[in-house]
C-alpha cells in the first residue's frame, strides 16, 4: 500500500481483502511520515555547455569600437537588447541554482567572423589591409569576450572554455582567415588563460601553439579535467588535428592521473571524434581517424572516462574502448540550447542532460540584430520557465581505467541500441 503525504504529517489506512464473497476491512496502525530531501551530495558538480553561445551578444557601446560615435542615421543595430539579456539571465539563473564547480565550454563561445565587416558598418574600424583586419578582430574580441565573462561572474559562475572553429574566425579558412590564427589565439588567452600581466592562469598547459589554448587541472584530487584546442591553423594550412606538443603534454597529464591513482578523467574539446553524430545548422567538423586517431589511441591507453565535445548542436552519446562520448550544445540564436549536469561520485558519475525552451522570432520589417556577418541575429528570443530533463545516464569506473555507460535514458540512449 502506497501513502501520500508530507515529511511529519500523521498518516493511516484502510486495506479491503476480498476472497470470493467474504470481504475482511483492517485498519492500519496510523504512522508519521520520516525522511525529507535526498541527502546524497557529489563530491564535485560541474555544468557542460559546448556552443554557448555560439553569437556576437553583446552592447557594442560597451567596447572600444566605433559605433557610438557613428551617425545616428547609418549607425548599424546594437548586437543585443532586452530580450536577450533576459533569456540569458535565465539560462545563467538555472545553472548558478545547481551551483557547479564550473562549467565547460568546448568551444564556439561567439560568432567570432571578426577581421570581416560584411555590411561595412566600420563599427570595429576599416578592414582593407591586414593591419586593418587585425585591429577590428581586436576590437571585436574586446567588446564581445568580456560581456560573455560578465555574464557568468554575475551569477557566481567559473567558466572553463575551449578553442572552437568560431574562436578562429569559423571555417572554412581561406588565407586571409588563416593569417588571423595567432591573433585569433591571442585574444582568446588574453581573455580566458592569462592574467592582466600575460602570464598563465593555469600551471599545468603545453608548449607550441597551444600553449595558451590548451590546459588541465583537479576540481578533486578524484578528478582530472583536461581541455585541448584541436585545431591546427598556420599560414600554410588549416586542419583538426592536436599537435604534436599538445599530444606530448596529454600523455604526461594524463600519466601522472595515473601515477596519483585519480578516479575519473574527463576531456572536453570541439569535434565529435566517434561518430555518426546527430547534427543540426552545422558544418559537420570531426576529429580525423576517428577511433584510430592518435589521440584517442592515447585516450584508451590512459583511461579517459568521457570525452565531452560540441560543433554538431545537437545529442548523441556513444561509446568505445571504455570512453564515453557525450556530443551536445546548442546555438543560442537557432532556439538549441543544453546544459549537461555530472555529478561526480567515487565510482559513479551521474549525468543529466538539461534543454531549455528557447524560441526565437524576428519581425523581417525590423532590422536584425548586428554581427559582423551579413544575416545578423534575430531580434526575439525568448526562455521558458521550464525546464526539461531530456537525458540521463550513469557511468561507472572501471577497474582497468574507463568507464561504463550504464542506464541511459531519452536522448542519452546510444544509437543502435
Do not use: C
Amino acid at each position: 500500500m502506497l501513502v501520500v503525504g508530507e515529511t511529519g504529517e500523521r498518516v493511516g489506512g484502510r486495506v479491503t481483502t476480498t476472497r470470493g464473497a467474504d470481504t475482511t476491512n483492517v485498519d492500519l496502525v496510523p504512522r508519521v511520515i520520516s525522511g525529507g530531501p535526498a541527502t546524497l551530495t557529489p563530491d564535485v558538480r560541474l555544468i557542460s555547455s559546448p556552443d554557448f553561445l555560439n553569437g556576437d551578444v553583446g552592447d557594442l557601446a560597451a567596447g572600444p569600437g566605433f559605433w557610438s560615435a557613428l551617425p545616428a542615421g547609418t549607425r548599424t543595430t546594437n548586437s543585443t537588447n532586452a530580450a536577450h539579456e533576459v533569456a540569458l539571465d535565465r539560462i545563467l539563473d538555472d545553472w548558478q541554482d545547481l551551483e557547479p564547480a564550473g562549467v565547460l565550454v568546448a568551444g564556439d563561445l561567439t560568432n567570432g567572423r571578426w577581421g570581416y565587416d560584411d555590411l561595412d558598418s566600420g563599427n570595429f574600424g576599416p578592414v582593407s589591409t591586414r593591419a586593418e583586419q587585425r585591429l577590428a578582430l581586436q576590437r571585436a574580441a574586446r567588446t564581445y569576450y568580456p560581456q560573455w565573462k560578465q555574464r557568468f561572474a554575475q551569477h557566481g559562475l567559473s567558466a572553463f572554455p575551449a578553442m572552437g572553429d568560431h574562436e578562429y574566425g569559423d571555417d572554412p579558412w581561406p588565407r586571409r582567415k588563416r593569417a588571423l590564427a595567432d591573433d585569433f589565439r591571442a585574444e582568446f588567452a588574453r581573455a580566458f588563460t592569462t592574467d592582466a600581466r600575460g602570464k598563465p592562469l593555469f600551471a599545468d598547459h603545453p608548449s607550441g601553439p597551444a600553449r595558451l589554448t590548451a590546459y588541465a587541472g583537479r576540481p578533486t584530487p578524484e578528478l582530472q579535467v583536461i581541455t585541448l584546442d584541436v585545431f591546427d591553423i598556420t599560414r600554410e594550412r588549416a586542419r583538426v588535428r592536436v599537435d604534436p606538443q599538445q599530444l606530448r603534454w596529454l600523455r604526461q597529464v594524463l600519466r601522472r592521473a595515473q601515477r596519483d591513482d585519480v578516479e575519473w578523467v574527463v576531456v572536453q574539446a570541439h569535434t565529435p571524434i566517434l561518430g555518426p553524430v546527430r547534427a543540426r545548422s552545422s558544418s559537420g567538423l570531426s576529429y580525423p581517424e576517428a577511433e584510430k586517431s592518435r589521440l584517442w589511441k592515447i585516450f584508451e591507453r590512459f583511461g579517459v572516462d568521457l570525452y565531452l565535445t560540441g560543433e554538431v548542436h545537437d545529442t548523441t552519446a556513444a561509446e568505445d574502448d571504455g570512453i564515453v562520448q557525450i556530443a551536445h550544445g546548442g546555438i543560442f540564436q537557432f532556439s538549441l540550447t543544453t546544459a549537461l549536469v555530472l555529478d561526480v561520485y567515487d565510482d559513479r558519475m551521474y549525468v543529466t542532460l538539461r534543454d531549455y525552451d528557447v524560441q526565437h522570432a524576428h519581425d523581417p520589417s525590423k532590422p536584425r540584430l548586428w554581427e559582423t556577418r551579413r544575416s545578423g541575429l534575430p531580434t526575439q528570443i525568448d526562455v521558458g520557465e521550464t525546464v526539461s530533463t531530456i537525458g540521463t545516464a550513469t557511468l561507472v569506473s572501471r577497474a582497468r581505467g574507463g568507464a561504463t555507460l550504464s542506464g541511459p535514458s531519452g536522448i542519452l540512449v546510444p544509437t543502435g541500441d
